[in-house]
């Protein structure tokens, strides 16, 4: 992972952490192939989406960012 995308999400995992605490969850990311990526907006070049799963809440939130 190039280092900049590796501080950001580092950056913003620290930031979802204080709202939703991380450890409480699994997170999972989808990176599908370029093509294949229903989340992809026309004209993006680049998108990462993580899926986080609460099952002591009974919810699941998706965040996305292109």
């Known amino acids: 992972m ?4 590796s501080s950001l999400l580092e950056s913003m ?8 605490k991380l450890g409480e969850c699994e997170v999972y990311y989808y990176n599908p ?9 026309s004209g993006a070049i680049w998108s990462f ?4 799963i609460f ?7 998706k ?3 292109q």
């Open 13 to 20: 995992s620290k930031a979802i952490d204080e709202i939703v």
């Open 2 to 5: 190039a280092n900049g995308l």
């Open 33 to 41: 192939d370029f093509g294949g990526n229903p989340c992809l907006e």
């Open 63 to 65: 965040y996305s960012k």
């Open 55 to 61: 099952y002591h809440l009974d919810l699941l939130d």
């Open 49 to 52: 989406n993580f899926f986080y």
